[in-house]
């Protein structure tokens, strides 16, 4: 006998993460082409290098744009896993778009979990943006903008996903 599904994904929650995850992949695919656009040719300006205190590929040239700045003090520069933010950004919008449309609260609960360290990075790299690099990167506040947002999809569906669970208890 095959197991129903429990649970239904509401269209709602499935085209917001569509088109937060599609916009995070665009913005962080655009990061990567002009970080290594830079790296490649340093006299490269990029669309979102409006001036010199609104510059995104000063940020994504800058040690935090790699490994959050973080990798490169605990492994050193040379570590494989001192990688542009920008991938890390592609694998998250890539695991939240994939696992969204899995049904379950285990699902649900990754989602939600990797939300979370997402806008604690995002609050760390604003902090880095405003207070160490005191620049405004169009490309990352736009990021963290759909971070947050995914945030109150996954909250949003771990609550509605509990209470059919308690419906279904009674």
Not at 37 to 57: G, P, R
């Amino acid at each position: 006998m095959a197991a129903r599904r429990s649970f239904r994904l509401p269209i709602w929650e499935i085209m917001s993460r569509c088109l937060l995850c599609t916009a995070g992949l665009v913005l962080s695919g655009y990061a990567f082409y002009v970080e290594t656009s830079k790296e490649a040719d340093h006299s490269y300006t990029a669309m979102c290098d409006v001036s010199e205190s609104v510059s995104c590929s000063k940020v994504f040239t800058s040690r935090f744009g790699r490994g959050f700045g973080l990798v490169e003090l605990i492994l050193g520069a040379d570590s494989p896993l001192n990688l542009p933010n920008s991938l890390f950004g592609l694998a998250f919008y890539i695991l939240q778009l994939t696992l969204g449309v899995v049904p379950g609260m285990s699902a649900s609960i990754v989602l939600l979990a990797t939300s979370v360290l997402s806008c604690l990075g995002c609050v760390y790299l604003a902090y880095i943006l405003y207070f160490i690099l005191q620049d405004a990167c169009i490309v990352c506040i736009s990021t963290y903008v759909i971070n947050t947002l995914l945030l109150i999809v996954n909250i949003k569906r771990v609550l509605i996903q509990r209470n059919a669970l308690l419906k279904k208890r009674q």
